[in-house]
């Protein structure tokens, strides 16, 4: 590719060059002449106000601003002069006049932009004797708080909220020195409580609910984590004090998500704290649930095990989608080596195998990140709701749009929030039917359409459900529109599955320029868990078992539980009765041991439970939905529980398998690496993600003869399977969100 | 449930269609919305967003800029005077203060019984005929404080229904099309801007 | 009505004394829309060309040269264009918009109507402030008329030429009179002003090429029309084109509004056609062009004539036309103060040093004028106005400063009269609006 016009500008003497079109205030930070600012924010829109970026530029009268003036050949810029200096101090002595200076017991203190630039631009005596105006702290919401006075009104919160988020639940209210930031619902927010409003505030005036108050930012260690909820896999910095997560957040915007973080992945995280986290191994003794020791429980898994296996005895195993790679794998291997079964499977939220088999065979990338999302040019979105599913994937697709223009195609059984970005929205009453539709050659279609939103005119519109309007041309239109796209990325949920996911990858490839696919899977590493072989019928990397060797899927395990036919269920991380309920007599045969944080309704059945650390609290590799592999890093700590890949290792000596040794998950990496395709890349590359370049796919996958659909899990912003109801914060706001509040 | 009545309600209709998109007529829907309900009551919020599309807060977010626009109740009658700088030189803060004494309220406030508000303004456009008063959407200009004592006079008169030329505004209804038999005209006789209220009539 | 002094050049004015001009019938009988059906008769960069040649400039403020931001509207524009007549007349000093709404609104339709056709405009619109209610009742009626009449709408007189008009009220923003800030407002938002470049030519109200004049300036484009460029160009001194309406407030013996040449003497305004100080009193300052130009002190008063250039080189600007006569029994504290809580309350508060500069300045002006003055105080004001001149999104912040700055370097002897304990002129009253 040509580089793009370089224009040439001189700062402070130095000659730069930078692409035309580039703001002054990004050229100078290219090159390391940091132009300051508060109310410049990358690629939100401009704003001009805090006047903290004025620099001289010659032929110009006045100063101005870096943040809106466009590079051009020849410019010459002061940014380091008299004047300049002069201008900044000024700036941030006004912005001084009435922001409280009571920094030692400002939450922010220590992590304040404001702070810093005073430190390093502003004026070491404060001039401004007249009061200064109070306003009493405000709570919007269980987690966002208010403090007027400390508000620079920067409009970044408004922006990250409006632009950013789609939600435009922050507006100014008033003029002049009255002017502030307010909520959508006068005294309070309702919004998506994504918190990414805090992140955002350069000062102390917007804080967190769930984290004020608690600390001081550097008594923290900040461990950078892949976020444990759903399966986009965002960085979130966890702050932690003595082993305790105090908070996620996302300021140093170095993750996959960029600026974005959701409520989850930024408040879900105190379920780490919840007082009713497991941290000894329980036994059923005399029927009920006694903690026992760690020596006690793995030797009589062992030995329950052991026995079972010699009286031939049926064993199942149901794995995690949130464990990490090795412990998935670690498992797999354990359930095929040591308990010697094949009765394997796990929560399926999308048809990952189906995916990979359509495209088997293809060179070149045919799967896309989720950031290829915010440059793309067209992509079609089959099913699901990421705003409530996956967040991420919600924002990249807005991103796109705001930045790049995407076209995007929405095929949906219902009316979704992303309908507001979309292009082109077909509301159909049957998925199957309608990608069939899109594959076929016919030009007429009996699918029965509910309803195709024209392309809105509107920017940022409330639109209401009545705009849903029956077109005559239904499909037709929007099939067209699509085959004349020359680059697409395909999207689609766990709604749709198996043959339908193989017409969606022929439409696909029928396209006459380049398509990639992204499918959308719940849980932080359901991916993962499909990658590293968590099927009763395929080995990781999608190699298919031997004929005839495979076991029972999640659904059959189930079913034989009611007649016996298990004699030991092993669930690691998944708590399958919440969705499946199992009376507890007819478990009474079946040995049932359960590895999980808390007593969910599948452990509270249990004979053994192992209690296990979370993703925070241990180290390895997880797979966001779209294949980027991330590595999880270990924040948290808690006493008593162990890592799933510890008790796996734990689990395997007591069963005599001496070659495995004690648990290292860079060791189990390596074997991955060495088993599944897409992984057996150099480490800095896999962890830079770019596993999803190549798929992780050895040789084709059998197709089932009735395969398990998938379940989506529906999660809403809210909402994250078993875990979610363990966070306070996440029900604090399901709480405040009931109805009649 | 509109809060508006009907004839509002088609005004609307008709001004949202001026322009080439409908928001634009949020300004002039508010202050004539005012008029009618003689403040932005949170139904009226409710309706116009509802009619412009737009959610309450950016309704809201237009209302606290506008200083004429109010979401709490004023006077039947509400006072404003100017007190900047061409009236300021010819008595604007003395009229002023003779209304606070006069109507026992300060800035931005109702007095008691509802009749009058209070208000000091900014520049009425008045300036060669200061110091001015504006008395809803009429102009008294020129104005000696014993001359503003005979509008107070009329205006509080009206209110008890002593004078039979009130309108159909009802109660809380500033009445914009009303006109006061005094003429407020100083030396020059500004006799056009004195007569001009007689004319809207 | 007002009648003519014999000082008075009557061009925009002139129908000011005709009873009737403000129906149909009376403005038809005084030559109206005749400057209409000789424009349309004119190719559009024709109409330009004659704008150019009169040298009008805007009778906003800024003075621009209205010929040459006509010219800037491109002539192909996928968007649609726009005229927009600014009647948000809100300058402290400024009330000469209001007399030709009233008196002669016809001739801002018919110079919107020339701007519509020399830009290739079909639709406008004429944002009056909300506080002049009666005007817009009046407009309303103009333009129902004018439309009923085929002078608004579609083909107007005949000639295919469509031009839609409506009136449209503010509700209380000063701020609203800035170009683009009114603009937003049009479109139902918050008046804050908008980035520059582009510029309304390019990008204007709903982001099409938009042409925006004062009220004046519009309505004095049909007798420019009529009369030819260069017999408007010839009232006044080279460049300074024409006439423009001169508001006379303040301590003076007879207030009004006269319509002047430009390069007109000051004294002559004052002493001859204002009938001079009231009371026999000393002059101490003058407003010259609304509460947003430098004063000038008695002597340079005296000596200045009413043109951009001649008050320019006064260190001053011609602004709006507002003349504020102040005499010696001013307290020059006070008056500083009333702009200032002026501007705080006007400031948009979009950016930094408007919103709190003005804060600033107005909590000290109100300390310092009620006695509690620092003798440090008095460098602070100068420094904190500096700080604010220059370096504010738009212009307000400017317009804040630069009276003040000029009342303190002119008149810095009576702040430090104002030290504590020392009495004041004007009592120590303060206003109400300070305090919210």
């Not at chain 1, 329980?282 to 020596?295: D, I, Q, T």
């Not at chain 1, 809105?456 to 239109?477: C, F, H, I, M, Y």
């Not at chain 1, 070659?659 to 890349?681: H, S």
């Not at chain 1, 993600?689 to 999660?715: E, I």
Request: net charge neutral.
């Amino acid at each position: 590719m040509a580089d793009p016009a370089l224009v040439h500008l001189t700062v402070n003497g130095q000659p730069l060059q930078a692409p035309a079109g580039t703001l002054l205030i990004e050229a100078c930070k290219q090159h390391g002449i940091e132009v300051p600012s508060f109310c410049y924010y990358p690629n939100l829109s401009l704003q001009a106000a805090c006047r903290m970026c004025l620099v001289e530029i010659e032929k110009m009268p006045k100063l101005q601003t870096a943040c809106t003036v466009v590079v051009s050949e020849g410019m010459v810029v002061n940014s380091d002069s008299e004047t300049v200096h002069r201008a900044r101090k000024s700036a941030i002595e006004f912005i001084l006049t009435n922001h409280p200076l009571d920094c030692p017991v400002c939450d922010a203190g220590g992590e304040c932009e404001l702070q810093d630039m005073t430190f390093k631009y502003g004026a070491e005596k404060g001039r401004f004797i007249e009061p200064k105006r109070h306003r009493e702290e405000q709570q919007w919401s269980p987690v966002v708080y208010f403090d007027r006075p400390r508000c620079i009104l920067c409009y970044r919160c408004v922006r990250a909220c409006g632009e950013g988020m789609d939600v435009w639940a922050l507006g100014v209210a008033n003029r002049g020195i009255n002017a502030t930031i307010v909520p959508n619902h006068q005294d309070h927010l309702e919004c998506e409580e994504c918190g990414n409003c805090i992140d955002i505030c350069p000062v102390g005036a917007l804080t967190s609910g769930a984290y004020r108050y608690q600390t001081r930012p550097w008594e923290m260690q900040h461990v950078g984590a892949v976020c444990t909820f759903c399966g986009d896999g965002c960085k979130t910095t966890l702050g932690v004090r003595n082993g305790e997560i105090l908070r996620g957040d996302n300021r140093d915007k170095s993750g996959i998500n960029g600026d974005f973080l959701c409520i989850k992945g930024r408040y879900g995280l105190d379920f780490t704290r919840h007082p009713e986290r497991l941290k000894q191994p329980l036994a059923r003794l005399n029927g009920e649930l006694k903690p026992v020791s760690w020596s006690y429980a793995l030797e009589t898994a062992a030995k329950r095990w052991r026995e079972i296996q010699k009286a031939q005895g049926a064993i199942g195993v149901i794995g995690s989608t949130r464990i990490l790679n090795e412990e998935a794998y670690t498992l797999q291997k354990f359930a095929r080596q040591v308990l010697a079964t094949a009765n394997l499977d796990h929560h399926r939220t999308a048809d990952f195998p189906a995916l990979f088999d359509a495209l088997a065979g293809r060179t070149g990338a045919a799967l896309a990140r989720l950031d290829d999302l915010k440059t793309a040019p067209a992509v079609l979105l089959v099913g699901g709701d990421p705003t409530q599913e996956h967040p991420l994937t919600a924002w990249n697709l807005r991103w796109g749009y705001r930045q790049h223009k995407t076209r995007l195609y929405i095929l949906n059984p219902g009316d979704i929030k992303l309908r507001r970005q979309a292009y082109r929205y077909a509301q159909v009453a049957a998925l199957e039917a309608a990608v069939r539709y899109l594959n076929g050659e016919g030009e007429t279609q009996s699918q029965p359409l509910t309803g195709v939103a024209e392309p809105s005119e509107k920017r940022w519109p409330q639109t209401p459900a009545s705009a849903v309007a029956v077109l005559d041309e239904g499909l037709q239109d929007f099939r067209a529109r699509l085959r004349q796209e020359q680059d697409v990325i395909v999207v689609f949920s766990g709604d749709i599955a198996g043959d339908t996911v193989r017409e969606l990858v022929a439409f696909g490839n029928s396209l006459s320029g380049q398509t990639r696919y992204i499918a959308l899977a719940d849980h932080a590493n359901a991916r993962g868990a499909a990658d590293m072989g968590l099927y009763p019928d395929l080995l990781p990397g999608y190699a298919p078992v031997a004929a005839g060797q495979s076991g029972l899927n999640l659904e059959q395990m189930l079913a034989a539980l009611p007649n016996q036919g298990l004699a030991s269920l092993y669930v690691v991380g998944a708590n399958p009765f919440r969705r499946h309920p199992v009376d507890p007599a007819a478990l009474r045969q079946t040995f049932l041991v359960v590895q999980d944080l808390f007593l969910t309704e599948t452990a509270r059945a249990a004979d053994l439970v192992f209690p296990a650390l979370c993703a925070y609290e241990k180290a390895g590799t997880v797979t966001n939905t779209s294949g980027q592999v991330q590595p999880q890093r270990r924040g948290g700590s808690c006493e008593g529980a162990k890592s799933d890949l510890e008790i796996l290792h734990r689990l395997a000596a007591a069963m005599g398998e001496t070659a495995w040794g004690p648990a290292d998950p860079d060791r189990t990496l390596q074997e991955i690496r060495a088993q599944v395709k897409g992984y057996n890349l150099p480490l800095a590359q896999l962890l830079a993600g770019a596993a999803p370049l190549a798929l992780p796919l050895n040789g084709r996958v059998p197709r089932a003869a009735a395969p398990l659909a998938p379940q989506p899990n529906r999660d809403t912003l809210f909402t994250a399977g078993s875990l979610g109801r363990y966070s306070a914060t996440l029900n604090g706001v399901m709480e405040g969100r009931k109805p009649g509040r | 449930m509109s809060p508006f009545s009907p004839q509002l309600e088609a005004r609307f209709r008709e001004l949202m269609q001026r322009y080439p998109a409908r928001r634009s007529a949020l300004v002039p829907m508010l202050l004539y919305a005012q008029d009618e309900l003689g403040w932005l009551t949170p139904e009226a919020v409710r309706r116009i967003a509802e009619l412009l599309g737009e959610t309450e807060l950016a309704v809201r977010e237009v209302i606290g800029y506008y200083s004429m626009l109010r979401t709490e109740p004023a006077g039947k009658y509400h006072v404003q005077v100017c007190t900047n700088i061409s009236c300021l030189l010819r008595g604007g803060d003395e009229l002023y203060a003779h209304c606070e004494r006069r109507l026992g309220i300060g800035h931005k406030q109702t007095a008691a019984d509802g009749v009058f508000s209070l208000e000091e303004v900014e520049c009425l456009g008045a300036c060669s005929w200061a110091p001015a008063v504006q008395v809803n959407y009429d102009f008294h200009q020129e104005l000696t404080l014993e001359q503003l004592d005979k509008i107070l006079d009329a205006y509080a008169a009206r209110a008890r229904g002593a004078d039979p030329s009130q309108g159909q505004g009802g109660a809380g209804s500033p009445g914009p099309r009303t006109a006061l038999p005094v003429d407020g005209s100083g030396s020059r006789g500004e006799a056009a801007l004195g007569t001009r209220v007689q004319e809207k009539s | 009505m007002t009648k003519p002094h014999p000082l008075e050049t009557r061009v925009v004015s002139r129908r000011f004394d005709q009873p009737d001009a403000h129906t149909l019938a009376g403005y038809l009988a005084s030559d109206g829309f005749r400057a209409l059906d000789k424009a349309l008769a004119m190719a559009p960069e024709a109409v330009i060309e004659e704008v150019k040649a009169s040298g009008l400039r805007g009778r906003g403020g800024a003075g621009f040269p209205t010929g040459l931001k006509w010219s800037f509207v491109p002539k192909q524009s996928p968007r649609e264009k726009y005229v927009l007549c600014n009647a948000d007349e809100s300058e402290p000093g400024t009330c000469k918009d209001r007399l030709i709404l009233e008196y002669d609104p016809f001739a801002i339709i018919e110079g919107m109507l020339i701007a519509g056709h020399a830009i290739g405009a079909r639709r406008g619109y004429i944002y009056i402030r909300g506080e002049y209610r009666y005007l817009l009742d009046r407009m309303e009626r103009a333009l129902a008329e004018a439309r009923a009449a085929g002078y608004v709408g579609k083909n107007i007189r005949g000639r295919g030429f469509d031009f839609e008009l409506h009136a449209h009220t503010g509700a209380g923003a000063y701020e609203c009179g800035e170009e683009s800030a009114l603009m937003e407002s049009l479109e139902g938002k918050r008046g804050i002003p908008r980035l520059k470049p582009p510029f309304p030519a390019v990008s204007g109200f709903m982001g099409g090429p938009t042409v925006i004049n004062n009220v004046e300036t519009l309505a004095s484009v049909p007798a420019i029309i009529l009369n030819g460029g260069a017999w408007f160009a010839a009232f006044g001194p080279p460049k300074n084109g024409g006439t423009r309406l001169f508001c006379l407030s303040g301590h003076v013996r007879q207030q009004g509004v006269w319509e002047l040449p430009l390069g007109f003497p000051l004294r002559k305004l004052i002493e001859d056609i204002g009938g001079g100080l009231r009371d026999g009193a000393r002059l101490k300052a003058v407003v010259p062009g609304g509460s947003s130009t430098p004063l000038l002190p008695a002597d340079t008063a005296w000596n200045i004539h009413l043109d951009f250039d001649s008050v320019a080189k006064a260190s001053s600007f011609l602004g709006s036309g507002g003349v504020v006569v102040l005499d010696e029994s001013t307290c020059m504290v006070k008056f500083a103060l009333r702009i200032m809580q002026f501007y705080r309350h006007e400031s948009c508060g979009w950016c930094v040093p408007c919103r709190e500069g003005t804060q600033w300045l107005q909590t000290s002006l109100t300390r310092f004028h009620n006695g509690g003055g620092r003798a440090a105080d008095v460098d602070l004001m100068k420094e904190v106005s500096e700080n604010i001149l220059g370096r504010t999104f738009c212009a307000l912040g400017d317009a804040a400063a630069m009276p003040t700055l000029s009342i303190l370097q002119h008149w810095r002897q009576e702040f430090l009269d104002h030290l504590a304990g020392k009495p004041c002129p004007f009592g120590a009253r303060t206003s109400a609006a300070g305090a919210h």
